[in-house]
């Protein structure tokens, strides 16, 4: 698949990075040659010093024969001016990074369609939906839902505490509400099959049904932690603005910003039971005069990874329960997990998963990577005569570090064993190691 990038900021040079490792053929441009270094030295992928709104260099970059044409310069207009272009050089397909919640109306959108730019994507308010996502329970680090919420992923670190622990999988016993699709235990992510067993300290993967999610939280040990209602922001970023657009009233919000000016815009912004305060964050006398130890939430969401990592260690000796870290620096990842960050947002990885959905043949609803476990989760929807409607789950020849995490038919949820038969229509949700997800998709064509 051939794939221009233009945009070497944060996004597009993970995105460039990622596709080159899977034999894709990827071209990356940017008007600024210091930006793009030696990434075309490093990777399988070739760089360009071009400006994305030039006709000229488009064409130069070749991007009238690009499969998929990206555009995620941090200026959305030249985004969308160079998907307009791309496009009429003859691009498949585009898609242009936005900063304006509007344009993802669904009539704006179309409007969109219309004139050359097919998708769109705003990080920033992707994040926002994953950290709401989060704070739905105290005791989860991930919350995924799949068609409304008939099925939901749910990632725990499990404690001493847990039920579940140094014992086979298969001793659990059959038809149980619930299905472990990964453990995460030193960086390493395993698929587990049933002679595995889960230990203290591992990060858990369930996929269940909503209404088993209790069974899940008391096996998990997780009962007596307390349920979210004070939240604080660190940090009033447009994430944190989106953030708390989305929370609305759910919970008591408060938003601590050292800018001044910036306090003013947010609190034009937000509802008026958003407390907005001006202040340092990282000052322990503000955070305990603003009720910290007896907040269940503490976001942080500074342009720092390494604020916001301490902030949440702090946070956590305050007695916070549920953390949440804005972390964009990818190697910093595996330090927040050892200093038990309890959520992280990567904007560069959300913004990744979504890209990666456009790039495959098969029908896919929802494409997430995982930033705690080098594995991706898509939600496949089985077209008319696929391999996977010919044999039951066990006959599946699935390959090693894959799994079959549940589906849906019609709008119900259900967990799969191995004698479940997949058939036209479901929506199939695999669970696999990273960089598989291509290879299984022909298993849904």
């Not at 990038?5 to 053929?25: F, P, R, Y």
């Not at 990356?28 to 075309?40: H, N, P, Q, V």
């Not at 009720?291 to 990874?305: K, M, P, V």
């Not at 119900?412 to 990273?434: A, R």
């Amino acid at each position: 698949m051939r794939i221009v990038i233009a945009g070497a900021g944060d996004v597009g040079t993970h995105l460039a990075k990622l596709l080159s490792g899977e034999n894709q053929d990827i071209t990356l441009i940017d008007d600024s040659k210091e930006r793009l270094g030696s990434l075309d030295a490093n990777f399988d992928l070739l760089t360009i010093t071009a400006s994305p709104t030039s006709i000229k260099d488009l064409r130069e970059a070749e991007a009238g024969r690009a499969d998929l044409f990206v555009a995620v310069t941090p200026d959305e207009s030249r985004n969308i001016v160079a998907c307009q272009l791309a496009h009429s050089l003859g691009a498949q397909k585009t898609l242009a990074r936005v900063d304006n919640y509007e344009y993802l109306m669904p009539k704006i959108r179309e409007y969109f369609t219309s004139i050359g730019v097919d998708s769109l994507i705003y990080p920033e308010m992707l994040a926002a939906k994953d950290i709401v996502d989060g704070l739905r329970q105290s005791w989860i680090r991930q919350w995924w839902e799949f068609a409304d919420g008939a099925l939901v992923m749910i990632g725990v670190k499990l404690r001493d505490n847990a039920q579940i622990l140094n014992v086979p999988l298969y001793t659990l016993g059959s038809g149980l509400p619930y299905h472990i699709v990964a453990i995460v235990r030193d960086n390493e992510t395993i698929i587990p099959g049933g002679s595995d067993t889960i230990q203290a300290g591992d990060l858990v993967y369930f996929m269940t049904m909503r209404k088993s999610i209790p069974i899940v939280r008391r096996i998990a040990g997780k009962e007596e932690l307390p349920d979210i209602r004070d939240v604080i922001i660190m940090g009033g970023s447009r994430i944190a603005v989106r953030a708390a657009q989305l929370i609305g009233d759910s919970y008591n919000l408060k938003i601590i910003e050292r800018d001044r000016a910036r306090c003013h815009r947010l609190t034009e912004l937000l509802s008026s039971r958003v407390m907005v305060i001006n202040g340092d964050g990282r000052d322990p006398s503000l955070l305990v005069s603003e009720g910290i130890s007896h907040t269940e939430a503490f976001i942080a969401l500074t342009d720092s990874s390494e604020t916001n990592i301490l902030a949440g260690v702090a946070a956590k000796r305050f007695g916070v329960t549920k953390t949440i870290a804005e972390v964009e620096n990818l190697d910093y990842i595996t330090m927040a997990e050892k200093l038990d960050i309890g959520t992280v947002i990567n904007k560069k990885k959300i913004a990744a998963s979504h890209i990666y959905q456009m790039m495959l043949d098969a029908d896919v609803s929802n494409v997430k990577c995982l930033t705690f476990a080098n594995a991706d989760v898509a939600e496949f929807v089985v077209k008319p005569g696929a391999r996977v409607t010919r044999n039951t789950v066990k006959d599946l020849n699935l390959p090693r570090g894959a799994t079959i995490g549940g589906l849906i038919r019609g709008h119900e949820g259900m967990l799969v064993s191995g004698g479940t038969q997949i058939v036209e229509g479901d929506h199939v949700v695999v669970f696999c190691l990273e960089g598989m997800i291509r290879k299984l998709e022909k298993l849904f064509n």
